[in-house]
Nanobody, 115 residues
Framework: QVQLVESGGGLVQPGGSLRLSCAAS????????MAWYRQAPVKQRELVAT???????NYADYVKGRFTISRDNAKNTVYLQMNSLKLEDTAVYYC?????????WGQGTQVTVSS
C-alpha cells in the first residue's frame, strides 16, 4: 500500500522559514518524480515544485529563489525548504509521487504565514 506522509507545517511569521518533509512507503521511491503542490482556501491546487528521479528541479515563478525542493532516496523522503515566506504562501501543502502508470498524493500539511 502506497503512503505519502507530509510533516513540518505550522504557523510562521512573514519572512520566516519552514521545512516540509514527505516520507514515502510502498513505492520504489527513487524512480518517481516527486512534486509539491499547494491549495489555499477557495483556490485551485497549484504546482509549487518538482524534482525528477535524476534530481532535476523545477519551480513555479512565485516561489523561485525562495523555495528549494530536494530528495533523499535512501530515506524515501522529499523535502521543501521554504524561506522568506509571505502571507500568500498560506495553504495546505501536498506532496505527489508521479509515476508512469499511477500518481499518489499525501494528505497534506497546513502552512500558515501570519503576523
Amino acid at each position: 500500500q502506497v503512503q505519502l506522509v507530509e510533516s513540518g507545517g505550522g504557523l510562521v511569521q512573514p519572512g520566516g522559514s519552514l521545512r516540509l518533509s514527505c516520507a514515502a512507503s510502498g513505492v520504489i521511491f527513487s524512480i518517481y518524480t516527486m512534486a509539491w503542490y499547494r491549495q489555499a482556501p477557495v483556490k485551485q491546487r497549484e504546482l509549487v515544485a518538482t524534482i525528477t528521479s535524476g534530481g532535476t528541479t523545477n519551480y513555479a515563478d512565485y516561489v523561485k529563489g525562495r523555495f528549494t525542493i530536494s530528495r533523499d532516496n535512501a530515506k524515501n523522503t522529499v523535502y521543501l525548504q521554504m524561506n522568506s515566506l509571505k502571507l500568500e504562501d498560506t495553504a495546505v501543502y501536498y506532496c505527489k509521487a508521479i509515476g508512469v502508470r499511477n500518481d499518489y498524493w499525501g494528505q497534506g500539511t497546513q502552512v500558515t504565514v501570519s503576523s
